[in-house]
């Protein structure tokens, strides 16, 4: 009796798993595409240039895109393209700015500065530096961008991957040659120091 007691508890418990499906299998992480786009949201394109030859003005640019190649096993085989509209300019005062959009930039004439990668070099484990043609006012000069990596992570909406890079440029070199001087000070530097981060999250294989 006993041991008949004990069967039909053991059958009373494993009644309610009879019919149940097995749990499903999780699905299989998406193959790497390794194309990226830069995230709007977690990037920018900063730059800073002298004002009197005493301080810094600061500014951004707050259109953009950028697209890259890169797997992140043979990062010196990565490739970049970015696009910028020139009329987003903005260095937080609208009289500068105006300023800056018609009689430095020209936006009319050149709405677009654009950047095109031409070699990568692995110069550290997380460095690299990335040499392209960088287009401005219609004008193209090679520049090279010394490129912090900042690593892949991969999030449950696919992988991201972050840069941190910095540059200068002369603007003489790109036709921007207005000098203005305010009591023998010049007013707007020469050189123009570019600051750029990306977070990128991969493309999907899907359309």
């Known amino acids: 009796m006993k041991t008949l007691l004990v069967l039909t508890a053991f059958a009373s418990l494993a009644a309610p798993l009879v019919g149940q499906a097995a749990p499903a299998a999780a699905a299989p992480p998406p193959t790497p595409t390794n194309r990226w786009s830069a995230d709007p949201v977690h990037s920018a394109v900063n730059f800073r240039v002298r004002h009197l030859g005493i301080t810094w003005v600061n500014g951004t640019f707050g259109q953009w895109t950028a697209d890259l190649t890169f797997d992140p096993t043979k ?40 950047f095109t990668s031409t070699k990568v070099e692995r110069t550290a484990p997380d460095h690299l530096r990335i040499t392209g043609d960088l287009t401005m006012r219609g004008i193209t000069h090679p520049v090279v961008l010394e490129t912090d990596m900042g690593g892949v992570l991969n999030t449950p909406r696919g992988r991201r991957t972050a840069f941190s890079a910095t540059t200068t440029l002369k603007r003489q070199d790109y036709g921007i040659a207005l000098n203005r001087f305010m009591e023998g000070a010049q007013v707007v530097g020469d050189d123009v120091r570019i ?9 999907t294989t899907t359309p």
């Open 75 to 114: 990062p010196e085989a990565a490739s970049v393209s970015a696009k910028i509209q020139s009329a987003t300019i903005t260095t937080g005062n609208d009289r500068r700015d105006t300023d800056i959009r018609q009689n430095y930039l020209a936006v009319d004439s050149f709405p677009e500065i654009t």
């Open 195 to 203: 600051t750029i981060d990306v977070e990128a999250t991969e493309k």
